[in-house]
């Protein structure tokens, strides 16, 4: 048997968002490793192993991985969202190529999912409409200055923004301070979201703007996209508000 | 019968990537209007009206979209990747806006998709597995100078970077500006990749580094990665290199 390490996303939580490649190769694994919350959304059969694992432990995950590859087992690691985006992938690749050579001529391959952030603009319009960036506000594994450096150039290029793990409870006090820095550089008229747990039942979006902003209206489950300065709120009667940044950049601005 | 308008993404063009949620989009549709390659993408059945239109009219099809959407139809406006990044979501919005205030209470969703850039970096490895930015390398419709300034900002900021619509026919010159400014700013060794209709038969990848990448390297169907000062290369033997930006920035980088 020729053992293998596929790389999946889940997409953000609805069964209907995962893709049927994802599923296929959930289908043919033998064991499932990955962070005990995503595991647990695998549904159990004969012939399969589930692994779960704590957070902060993805370099240990992704070995054992590896590992059981190496030993003929063909091995999904699930991610929730897509795995390139601050997930599995990277961490699967960092053990690659600090293991044994061999590990290099694995079958490894990393299947796309519907990112958190992506789902979170679906849901609320098209606040990502136009360039943006992804920021990780976690500085578990980088400084926090180049965190900081990142939003004060995000905001400078204009740039919608998306924020990933904004709030966690070890530094709470992150988040807050990115908030202030958004807020003197963007203004408080600014459009922020805080989109939690979307296309779960515990989704909800909260629109609003920097000046309102709060660290508490974020948790590690929300994800934080902010606008551009030409996003825009269409409130609609008895709807909840659609958030759009428009494909037109006019001249001078 | 109730109208409603889904703005669905069908992702970077395998049949597997569609999302179950997308696909029951399509089924129950009456109406699929979009861009002609897309709405070619749709099977034909008795009961659904395929509308396709050409390029850059993306605001008299979303006009086209709610419109039929009032008189009752339900209308899948279909984009390739995801519908809210530099796709018809934004357009429906600015469309709605700017229309009658009876569209505003219209049942309008975005569903999201795997977009080009997530497709891409996957097949790669994970090159965009730390903070990057995505910025849309046409000037049809903001001006130059922005593109340049973002540009710049991203590479200040190291973030990782997707660049979407890197090579139109009209101005092939815009691209081979933004490759110098990059070659400037992250130097000749920094790793760039193309990625070509990815998962579909013409799938083609392309990692080389900035001092050897050319303009003709891209075309309308690529997407255009770039690393950040620490993406890394693994080698392997008789396989594709895999390409993946590491979770963790050391302090003083």
Known sequence: MTGW?????????AETLITPEAQDVISKATDVVGYIPYVRRITARAGLMLHESDNRVEID???HALQMAQDGHRVAVVSSGDPGVFAMAAAVFE??????????????QVLPGITAML????????PLGHDFCAINLSDNLKPW????KRLRLAAEGDFAMAFYNPRSKARPEGFEKALSILLKACGPDRVILFARAVSTQQ????????GSAT????????????????????QRYGAAPLVYTPRSVPEGV
């Open 5 to 13: 390490v596929k790389i999946v996303g889940l997409g953000p939580g």
């Open 61 to 63: 995950r992704a070995q």
């Open 95 to 108: 053990a690659m190529e600090d293991g044994p050579e061999i590990w290099r001529d694995l079958d490894v």
């Open 119 to 126: 789902a979170a603009s679906a849901r609320a319009g098209a």
């Open 145 to 148: 200055d180049l965190v900081e």
């Open 203 to 210: 989704e909800s979006i909260n629109v609003t703007t920097l």
């Open 215 to 234: 660290p508490d209206m974020a948790d590690m489950r929300t994800v934080v996209l902010v606008g551009s300065s030409l996003t825009r709120v269409i």
